[in-house]
Nanobody
Framework: QVQLVESGGGLVQPGGSLRLSCAASGSFFSTYDMYWYRQTPGKQREYVALIAKGGSTNYADSVKGRFTISRDNAKNTVYLQMNSLKPEDTAVYYC????????WGQGTQVTVSS
């Protein structure tokens, strides 16, 4: 069983930055592929970024060059550094841990507005 708790969301002006964190409880965090997704009302959850257990990363085209995903296995935490934020980045951001079973956090709200 893995429990995930996201933090770091908030209100930021366009062009600003935020760093999201996702703290995981349970064992063997380092063996999970970790994802960030986001969702806005009325839309499907959208893939944002992946960091595999081996450290390789992948990004959605919409965030490539602006967002960076990283992980600290000693702290059981995955991060999403978001720079050059745009109003269209406004969403609830969710952390996802995936191996055989998929686990989700409760989400953290990010609002980009002037």
């Amino acid at each position: 069983q893995v429990q995930l708790v996201e933090s770091g969301g908030g209100l930021v002006q366009p062009g600003g930055s935020l760093r999201l964190s996702c703290a995981a409880s349970g064992s063997f965090f380092s063996t999970y592929d970790m994802y960030w997704y986001r969702q806005t009302p009325g839309k499907q959850r959208e893939y944002v970024a992946l960091i595999a257990k081996g450290g390789s990363t992948n990004y959605a085209d919409s965030v490539k060059g602006r967002f960076t995903i990283s992980r600290d296995n000693a702290k059981n935490t995955v991060y999403l550094q978001m720079n050059s934020l745009k109003p269209e980045d406004t969403a609830v951001y969710y952390c996802n841990a995936r191996k055989v079973i998929s686990y989700w956090g409760q989400g953290t709200q990010v609002t980009v507005s002037s």
